[in-house]
């Protein structure tokens, strides 16, 4: 059995040093917090520029917009500095921006500017080029003309996407100081650090009820539940798991909210011990799922039997299988246990396991797994990384990593599929090259009715997990601290997209 206190121990020093570091910010006077909010995230970004930036910060902190946004409630595609779209041909979107509304540097957003960004985001992201789809952008007097390569119903919600955020390409510093069309500009960045925001009064909806904002990083779930504590945070977004009976016995209100992350265990099929089907058999029968979700994430949690939570109507019912432990699929591969270790021709069975301390249930995760695995004679050896995207892209010395995931933001299963099974996926960090899932996958991008999509996606799903092609661990809620007779107007959203609003204050 896991036990939690032990790590919870070896936690204490860094939390300590996680305190430390927001120590530099002194509580606001009562008359500051009538205008300010001090924000900790638990993600730190090096980069502002919102085509690149896999944090989302500059759409999160409400200096950059999107043309369309998800509606958490209705899990619906709502307007946002697009007005209104419609189909001209299979292929051909016209798309209506709304009026008047000007960047933040005082320049007009006009269809000209929107096209520049689009353009920009698909040359600076090539997750957003294959998610788009784009063949071309044509500015057809006050509106958008774009044509995608294939018929593609999704188009439009994926222009939910932060990294298709529009901005002002010819401002300067787009990666320090990025210049977008939300309520808050960014005054001053320190890469790693914190995002001094300043209220933008030219926004084109409701002006903003804060005066400024202190989008601060701090990876450290101990420090960041001290930061609230101690008054020098207003919002904490994922408090201490441990924490939360005691943060409410304070008074302060703790959110949990169902989200549509799935924790997983991305596999590298690409090279390796987990080429095998086997092989990849034996570690997800390794995983207890009940205890992480028990032991790690204190009952905040939902354990996953795939990507998508089962309100999804394209989340399958996968039936119960014969169970069989993680010993008898090594042997189907050809392991044997011999002087305490799994070997295969006289080499033993030794797997790199990549975490990151962002998301520090992930780490408490690895080490359970390499608890468990010990016990069957498997050598997991642990590999902290800081920006796993980034990693997995550039990097094939690894086998196994614990990575969270959105699956459906945008309400639709097309997206996490298509990203994260499809050769040119920007996801697709596993390196799985598999022609009958491209088939599908194209398919799925070509099939317009929601049913029919649903079907298919239901399929694929399917044979993802026949395949084994990764290992869902559990679904986490999304927890959030704050001082509700203090802060007014904050949101805990599914989609984990929209933070700092112009509807926030602080009385």
């Known amino acids: 059995m896991f036990t939690y206190k032990k790590w919870s121990r070896q936690t204490f020093v860094t939390v300590a040093i996680g305190t430390a570091l927001l120590s530099g910010c002194s509580p606001a006077t009562d008359s500051q917090k009538n205008q300010h909010l001090t924000f900790v995230y638990n993600f730190a970004t090096l980069s502002l520029d919102p085509h690149r930036d896999s944090s989302y910060v500059p759409l999160r902190a409400g200096v950059t917009e999107t043309l369309v946004r998800l509606d958490d409630d209705k899990l619906t595609v709502e307007p946002w500095l697009a007005k209104s779209w419609t189909n001209e041909s299979q292929t051909v979107w016209r798309i209506v921006l709304q009026k008047d509304i000007q960047f933040q540097n005082g320049e007009p957003l006009d269809a000209a500017a929107v096209k520049a960004s689009l353009e920009r985001s698909i040359r600076e992201n090539a997750g957003v080029k294959n998610a788009l789809n784009i063949k071309s952008i044509t500015v057809d007097g006050a509106d958008l003309l774009i044509e995608t390569r294939t018929v593609y119903p999704e188009f439009i919600s ?113 090279n390796g011990p987990m080429q095998s089907l086997p092989v990849r058999q034996a570690i997800d029968a390794l995983v207890d799922r009940d205890e992480l979700v028990d032991h790690v994430l204190q009952g905040y949690a939902t354990v996953a039997t795939g990507p998508f939570i089962q309100s999804f109507p394209f989340a399958p019912t ?39 301390s962002a998301r520090p249930d992930l780490p408490l995760i690895a080490q359970v797994l390499q608890d468990d695995a010990k016990k069957i004679g498997v050598t ?128």
Do not use: C
């Not at 808050?184 to 209220?199: I, Q, Y």
């Open 158 to 270: 994926e222009l939910v996407n932060p990294n298709t955020a529009i901005i002002d390409i010819d401002a300067k510093r787009i990666d320090t100081q990025p210049v977008g069309t939300g309520p808050f500009a960014v005054r001053n960045f320190s890469p790693g650090t914190k995002v001094d925001l300043t209220r933008f009064d030219g926004y084109w909806g409701e002006r903003a009820k804060l005066e400024s904002v202190d989008f601060l990083f701090n990876e450290d779930a101990g420090a960041r539940t001290m930061a609230l504590q101690s008054g020098q945070a207003d919002v904490v977004y994922r408090p201490e798991v441990e924490s939360v009976d005691q943060l409410k016995n304070k008074g302060l209100t703790v959110e949990a909210v169902e989200t549509f992350r799935v924790h997983q265990l991305t596999m590298n099929v690409s």
């Open 380 to 507: 997991i050896k642990i590999k902290q990384i800081d920006v796993p995207e980034e990693y997995m892209s550039s990097h094939r010395d690894w086998d196994l990593a614990t990575y969270s995931n959105l699956t459906a933001p945008r309400g639709d299963a097309g997206y996490y599929l298509h990203a994260t099974y499809h050769p040119q996926g920007g996801l697709n960090f596993s390196g799985v090259n598999d022609p009958s899932l491209t088939r599908q996958l194209d398919r799925l991008k070509r099939t317009v009715k929601p049913a029919e999509r649903n079907v298919l996606a239901e399929q694929i799903a399917r044979e993802v997990d026949a395949k084994q092609l990764n290992s869902f661990l559990l679904h986490p809620s999304t927890l959030v601290a704050y001082d509700k007779t203090h802060v007014k107007g904050w949101k805990t959203e599914k989609s984990e997209y929209y933070m700092i609003t112009n509807q926030l204050e602080v009385r």
């Open 318 to 356: 996968y039936e119960k299988q014969t169970q069989r432990t993680a010993v008898s699929y090594l042997k189907q591969a050809g392991y044997t246990l011999q002087d305490g270790q799994m070997q295969k021709n006289g080499q033993p069975l030794t797997l790199t396991l990549l975490t990151y």
